[in-house]
C-alpha cells in the first residue's frame, strides 16, 4: 500500500482550560478555508467512545494517547492533517505521536493555573477542589510542558485568530501546507 505523506499533525498541548480548544476550533476553520482534508481529535469527545467510565489514571492515559497518536498516524498517512486538542499531561505521550508521525507540530497554548482555574468550562478545577476529580493535571498530577515546543501561543493573551495564523505560517515555513493565500503572509 502506497502512503500519502503530505498530511500533516498539529498537537494542541496545554493545562486544562488554558485556551487548547479555541484555538483548535480557529485552527480547523482557518485551515478549512484552505480548503484542507483535515479532522480534529478532541480528546474529551473522544475519551467517551473510549471508555464511558474513564478512570484518568497513569493506566488509562498511557491507553488513550497511545490510541490518539495511533489515529493521528492512520489517518496522516492517508492523507488528511490532524489537529489534536489534548492536554497529554506527559511529554511521553506527545513525543511518541511525534516519533510515529512524520510530519509533526506541538504547539503549547501556556495561560497561568490561575488563569485556568478562573476559566473552568467544565468544571475540573472544581471537582479537583471539593475531591470529586483525583488527576486534574497541573493541580493533583504534573503537567509537563514540552521542552521544545514548536510554537507558543500565549493563551491568556493572544488573540485565537492570530495564532491560528501562526501555526498556519509556521505549517508552511517547514513546507507541511501549500503557501497559505496572501492574506497570511507576513502575519
Known amino acids: ?108 497554548v501556556d495561560s497561568p493555573l490561575e488563569t485556568c482555574i478562573r476559566r473552568d468550562p467544565k468544571g475540573i478545577y472544581r471537582k479537583a477542589r471539593e475531591g470529586k476529580a483525583s488527576y486534574v493535571p497541573g493541580v493533583q498530577i504534573p503537567y509537563e510542558p514540552p521542552a521544545n515546543p514548536d510554537l507558543v501561543i500565549r493563551g491568556d493573551q493572544d488573540d485565537p485568530k492570530e495564532a491560528a495564523r501562526r501555526i498556519i505560517n509556521l505549517l508552511s515555513k517547514k513546507n507541511f501546507l501549500q503557501r497559505p493565500n496572501p492574506a497570511y503572509e507576513g502575519q
Do not use: C
Open 1 to 108: 500500500m502506497s502512503r500519502n505523506t503530505s498530511a500533516f499533525a498539529v498537537w494542541i498541548t496545554g493545562l486544562p482550560a488554558s485556551g487548547k480548544t479555541t484555538v483548535a476550533n480557529e485552527l480547523a476553520r482557518q485551515l478549512g478555508d484552505l480548503q484542507t482534508d483535515l479532522a480534529v481529535l478532541e480528546s474529551d469527545s473522544l475519551r467517551k467512545l473510549f471508555s464511558a467510565n474513564a478512570a484518568y489514571d497513569e493506566q488509562d492515559r498511557e491507553y488513550f494517547y497511545g490510541a490518539l497518536a495511533f489515529i493521528g498516524r492512520v489517518l496522516t498517512e492517508h492523507g488528511i492533517a490532524v489537529v489534536v486538542d489534548a492536554t497529554a499531561n506527559r511529554r511521553s505521550y506527545r513525543d511518541r505521536a511525534r516519533q510515529h508521525i512524520a510530519r509533526f507540530l506541538e504547539v503549547l
